[in-house]
């Protein structure tokens, strides 16, 4: 039945790819600007946050009911949550090459493909070790999906407004996280947690098609050679053709340099900078501390003294909106304020908001307007996340690498990001049982505000400014933190 599913699913998919282009072309020549078009762009390809927050948000509220159907252990249930993020990791690290060979469209596909699949596999499995399988297959979508959603819109947005393109992939996080949530709770009603699972491959037969209809990246056409149909779709892209000329000049600039990937990295000190760089910037958006929130919210809230259900229900939802709300602030000012202020601010809030709950776990919650105040640092803090490391750190991984290193270093950097996270959400639990809650909370707090100096100190100014000219800079030797200077 499968096999018969694969074959119509390709048919349909190759048919959408042939006429996607041209629909596109039709629609872009009759009906919409270039800056339109290139926002629309956009849209589509950070549909793919979409998938990968729904698949972070869902196993929460589906592990209890699996739990009673299958009699899962302890050990399986771990299983089951971090499959995702260890499917994630292998998609990271082995996309590099496929990004690179075949395209960053064409992964953008084999990662629609891989959700669409991982979701019916999910909602059908029949043992635990299927489940097991099947959150793998979708870990895999996910790692493709993390790491080539950010490089396509860094290589289509144009410099003054990559910055908010790129959160908009971090807003389709969160809104996914915040829709699973809200539909886990919606069929917790009956118990099913096959529908939890299942119903994702409706966004995902979306995400499919959508993808269809992108363009190519005009910088990895122009990697590959095919320098004219990089100049069509620039001209598609940017509002005049002498912008979309000059970009393609810079872009040819850049591939000058003769090594690339991991030969570029023994040899070239400049970019071993930015692929560290890279790591250190995802290991701080995940040692922020932001996934023992997303993967424990319930358990907080009741340390919290919110010990209900419904109080724990509807206390992730809050969870999930403040997330959104506030990445429109990161959406709507890291072009013009830019990423190094934004940054230190987050960093500064979350580091002030768990500095204070873990203050108030150490007094005690004893009274209602303790319970409300811890509540609200926890809040504060998504809030200080949503608005910086959240999309930011997204964005300046994929602006620091040079073209010729760039599918290496964001491989590298994604990959970073999977293991940071497998390393914060599993070592929650014992971080609280050895050190206690205000320590657990505090030792976050100094974290944090070691970011806000780690900031200062290392992370670019990249807003508006091309990609090549980051390059330029980081190549010729300029300090990281300068390398997004005009000079
Ligand atoms: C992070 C995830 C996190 C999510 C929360 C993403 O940028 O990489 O680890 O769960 O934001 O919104």
């Known amino acids: 039945m499968y096999v018969h599913a694969f074959g119509g699913l390709y048919l349909f998919t190759n048919s959408i790819i042939s006429c996607g282009g041209k629909m596109l072309d039709n629609m872009y020549q009759n009906v919409i600007s270039?800056?339109?078009f290139s926002f629309f762009v956009c849209f589509l390809a950070a549909l793919a946050g979409l998938l990968f927050g729904l698949d972070i948000g869902v196993i929460a509220g589906a592990l209890p009911f699996i739990t009673t159907e299958f009699h899962v252990t302890i050990h399986q249930q771990e299983w089951i949550v971090s499959s995702m993020m260890l499917g994630a990791a292998i998609g990271a690290i082995s996309n590099g090459w496929m990004s690179k060979f075949l395209g960053r469209k064409n992964s953008l596909i084999a990662g629609a493909l891989l959700f669409v699949s991982g979701s019916i596999f999910c909602a059908q499995s029949t043992t635990p070790q299927m489940l097991i399988v099947s959150r793998l297959i979708v870990g895999l979508a996910v790692g493709i999906a993390s790491y080539t959603t950010p490089l396509y819109l860094s290589e289509i947005a144009s410099e003054n407004i990559r910055g908010s393109m790129i959160s908009l992939y971090q807003l389709m996080i969160t809104i996914g996280i915040l829709v699973a949530y809200i539909s886990d709770t919606a069929f917790s009603v009956n118990g099913n947690w096959r529908y939890m699972l299942g119903i994702i491959t409706i966004p995902a037969l979306i995400l499919l098609i959508s993808v269809c209809f992108l363009p190519k990246s005009p910088r990895w056409l122009a990697a590959k050679g095919y320098f004219d149909d990089a100049k069509r779709i620039l001209d598609r892209l940017r509002e005049s053709t002498d912008q979309a000329k000059n970009e393609l000049t810079e872009i040819r600039e850049s591939l000058k340099l003769k090594q690339s990937g991991w030969m570029l990295f023994k040899s070239n000190c400049n970019f071993r900078r930015a692929v560290?760089?890279?790591?250190?910037?995802?290991?701080?958006?995940?040692?922020?501390?932001?996934?023992i929130i997303m993967y424990y919210s319930p358990k907080l809230f009741e340390i919290a003294g919110f010990a209900t259900v419904t109080q724990k229900m509807i206390g992730t939802i809050i969870v999930g909106v403040v997330n959104v709300f506030a990445t429109f602030i990161a959406i709507g000012v890291v072009d013009r304020l830019g990423r190094r202020p934004l940054l230190m601010l987050g960093f500064l809030i979350m580091s002030i908001a768990m500095f204070a709950l873990a203050t108030i776990l150490?007094?005690?919650?004893?009274?209602?307007?303790?319970k409300y105040l811890a509540v609200a640092m926890l809040l504060i803090f998504i809030g200080g996340f949503g608005m910086s490391a959240g999309p930011l750190i997204w964005v300046l991984c994929s602006e620091i690498q040079p073209l010729k290193g760039r599918d290496f270093g964001l491989t590298v950097s994604t990959s970073t990001n999977w293991i940071a996270n497998l390393v914060v959400g599993g070592s929650f639990l014992t971080l609280l049982n050895k050190l206690g809650n205000a320590n657990t909370f505090w030792l976050y707090s100094i974290l944090n505000l070691i970011f806000v100096l780690l900031t200062l100190l290392l992370i670019p100014e990249t807003s508006n400014i091309s990609l090549e000219h980051i390059e330029r800079n980081l190549m010729s030797g300029n300090k990281l933190r300068d390398i997004g200077s005009r000079k």
């Open 34 to 36: 270039n800056k339109l």
């Open 276 to 291: 560290l760089l890279g790591m250190l910037l995802q290991i701080m958006q995940q040692f922020t501390g932001m996934n």
């Open 362 to 370: 150490h007094i005690g919650v004893h009274t209602t307007l303790d």
